[in-house]
């Protein structure tokens, strides 16, 4: 299952427009995308379930995509978090 750490560098870190976004982010992949802080796990298609990582900016995600389109997953979830969120402009 491959995977990125990447890290919130947005000014309000995973907040409700940023998870709205990464939710719409992995809306058109097949595969199943979670994201992990430390121990918590998130369904990334579950603005609710990333809500409660309670992850604010400076924090390092873990990002596992399941599945055919996997890698593109995870690579459209990088560059959200590079834009950080389209966000900070």
Known sequence: MPRKTLTL???????ARAATR??????PFESKVHVYK??????A?????LLI???????ELTV???GED??????A???LFTARFDEDH
Not at 9 to 15: K, P, S, Y
Not at 22 to 27: G, H, I
Not at 70 to 75: I, N, P, S
């Open 9 to 15: 560098t947005n000014r309000r870190g995973l907040h």
């Open 22 to 27: 990464l939710v719409a982010c992995c809306q």
């Open 38 to 43: 430390g121990t918590q796990q998130a369904d």
């Open 45 to 49: 298609g579950n603005i609710m379930a």
């Open 53 to 59: 990582l309670a992850a604010p900016c400076g924090t």
């Open 64 to 66: 596992h995509a399941e």
């Open 70 to 75: 996997a890698e593109q997953a995870l690579d």
């Open 77 to 79: 979830v990088e560059a």
